[in-house]
C-alpha cells in the first residue's frame, strides 16, 4: 500500500452562484484571475510548494473547465506515478447515485480514495480563495499540539465576523468554543475554510455524522470531533488572503494586483504561483496605444487607451477604445471608440464599437435579477456574449448572450440596475 504521511482534498464543486454571470458555464474556481491564471491555481500551488504531491480535487457544478485545466497536473508538477491530482466526481454506487451535499459529505463519499494512501493527516482547503500559505508549517503546528484538528483562522473586522464559522482560544491557541456564522459573534478569530485533521479522528467523525443532511464541517463534523473533548487547536494566519466569492471582491482582489506595491505579489520567485499556460504570440502595444498601470496578458494587442485593469491573454482593445478600472479575460474584443469603465467582462466577449459601458449617466439603481449579487457600481458581462455597436450601459447591470438592438431600451441604452439575459433565442 501507498503510504503517504498527508493527502490534500480540494473542494472545487462550488457554483458560485454569488459571482452571477460569470459562472454560469464554470464552477467558481475556473474563473480566471490575475490574466493569467484561474483561481484554484492558488491553492494548487500552495500544495506543490508545500510539499504536498498527494491531492483530490472533488468537482460537481459544470466541471469541464476545470477539468480541462487541471488535466494531469502538469503545471503544477503533480503529475506523479504515485499521488499526484485526481479528479473526483461525484459518481453510480451500487446502490444509488449521490451528489455531493455538503462539503463533509464529499469528503465522506471519497473515503475509499483517501484509504488508498493511508496518510496520518488530511488537509482540506477550499478552491476559491486567493493567498499564498506554506501548509507544513501549519501540519507542524497541528503536530506539536497533538492535535485532532487545526483551523487555519486569521482576525477580520468584527462588523465582518458573523459571516464566518469564529473561534474562541484559550491562551494556548486551543479552542475552547466554535460558532457557525452567530448574529453576534464573541470572536473575530475567523476560520478560513482550511483544515488538518487527523484522519483517524476525521474518518470516525464522517462515519458518524453521514446520516446528516447536507453533512458539513462547520455545522456537524466539528462539533462532533469538540464535543468528544478532542484536542481542537487555531492556527492564526496573518497574511493575504482573499474570499474572492462576490463580484465586488473578486474586481477588488484583481484591482490589488495592480497597486504599485501589491500587497498580494504574484511575481515572487520563492513561491510561485503555477498554471496551465495556452501558446499566445507575445503581446503587441501599438503605436498611439496608451497603457499605464495594468496586467496584460500574452497574445493581447492594444491600439486604445488602458489603465488601472488587468486585462487576460488574446484580448484586443481597438483604437479609440478606453478601458479604466476594470478586467478583462481572455480572447474578448473591446471595438473601436467604446469606453469601458469599472466593468468584468469574461473570456471571449465581443464589445461592439462606440459603446459605453459603466456610464454614469444613469444613477445607481437597485438590480432586478438580483439584490443579493448585483449590488455595487460594476458592469459585469458574461463569457461568450456581444454586446452591439453603439449603446449605452449603465451601472449596477449584467448582460449574458448575444445580445441585439432589440434587446436595449429604444436600442440604445440599458438603465442602472437592469440586466439582459439571452438564451436559445428568450431574452430576460
Known amino acids: 500500500m501507498i503510504k503517504k504521511e ?11 452562484s454569488r459571482l452571477g454571470v460569470l459562472t454560469q458555464n464554470g464552477a467558481k474556481p475556473a474563473v480566471a484571475f490575475g490574466g493569467k491564471y484561474r483561481i484554484i491555481d492558488f491553492p494548487l500551488s500552495n500544495c506543490i510548494n508545500s510539499g504536498i504531491d498527494t491531492v ?5 457544478y459544470q466541471p469541464l473547465r476545470l477539468n480541462s485545466h487541471i488535466g494531469i497536473g502538469m503545471p503544477w508538477d503533480l503529475d506523479r506515478n504515485e499521488g499526484g491530482v485526481s479528479i473526483l466526481p461525484p459518481y453510480e454506487k451500487s446502490a444509488n447515485t449521490e451528489w455531493y451535499t455538503g462539503t463533509a459529505n464529499a469528503i465522506y463519499q471519497n473515503i475509499q480514495f483517501i484509504d488508498t494512501f ?3 493527516y488530511v488537509l482540506i482547503l477550499s478552491g476559491d480563495h486567493i493567498y499564498k500559505m506554506d501548509y507544513e508549517i501549519m501540519l507542524d503546528y497541528h503536530k506539536a499540539n497533538d492535535a485532532a484538528l487545526t483551523i487555519a483562522a486569521m482576525p477580520v473586522p468584527w462588523e465582518e465576523a458573523s459571516r464566518f464559522g469564529v473561534v474562541i482560544t484559550d491562551g494556548s491557541g486551543r479552542i475552547t468554543e466554535f460558532e457557525e456564522k452567530p448574529a453576534n459573534p464573541r470572536s473575530n478569530l475567523a476560520s478560513m475554510g482550511i483544515y488538518i485533521f487527523t484522519w483517524s479522528k476525521l474518518r470516525e467523525a464522517l462515519l458518524a455524522t453521514e446520516e446528516q443532511p447536507e453533512c458539513d464541517f462547520g455545522k456537524h463534523v466539528i462539533p462532533y470531533i469538540f464535543n468528544k473533548g478532542e484536542r481542537i487547536f487555531a492556527y492564526e494566519y496573518n497574511g493575504y ?6 463580484l465586488t471582491s ?27 499556460c495556452d501558446q499566445f504570440p507575445p503581446q503587441y502595444i501599438g503605436d498611439n496605444a496608451k497603457v499605464n498601470r495594468c496586467i496584460i496578458g500574452e497574445g493581447t494587442e492594444i491600439y486604445g487607451e488602458v489603465s488601472n ?5 488574446g484580448v484586443t482593445i481597438e483604437e479609440g477604445a478606453v478601458v479604466r ?15 469601458v469603465d469599472k466593468s468584468i467582462i469574461a473570456e471571449n466577449v465581443k464589445v461592439g464599437d462606440n459603446c459605453v459601458l459603466g456610464t454614469t449617466e444613469f444613477p445607481y439603481k437597485e438590480s432586478k435579477l438580483s439584490t443579493k449579487v448585483y449590488a455595487s457600481d460594476l458592469v459585469t458581462i458574461g463569457e461568450n456574449s456581444v454586446i452591439p455597436d453603439g449603446v449605452k450601459i449603465g451601472i449596477n447591470t449584467a448582460i449574458s448572450g448575444v445580445t441585439t438592438k432589440e434587446n436595449y431600451t429604444d436600442g440604445s441604452y440599458l438603465d442602472s440596475g437592469d440586466y439582459i439575459v439571452v438564451k436559445e433565442g428568450a431574452s430576460k
Do not use: C, H, R
Not at 309 to 313: A, K, Y
Open 118 to 120: 493511508n496518510p496520518e
Open 56 to 60: 483530490g480535487v472533488l468537482t460537481q
Open 309 to 313: 485593469s488587468v486585462i487576460g491573454s
Open 250 to 276: 473578486y474586481w477588488e482582489a484583481n484591482m490589488e494586483l495592480i497597486d504599485i506595491i501589491p500587497e498580494f505579489n504574484l511575481y515572487e520567485d520563492f513561491w510561485k504561483v503555477y498554471t496551465k
Open 241 to 246: 488572503w482573499k474570499d474572492v466569492g462576490t
Open 6 to 16: 498527508m493527502v490534500a482534498m480540494l473542494l472545487a464543486g462550488g457554483q458560485g
Open 325 to 339: 478600472n476594470s478586467i478583462i479575460m481572455s480572447d474578448s474584443v473591446i471595438g473601436k471608440g467604446t469606453v
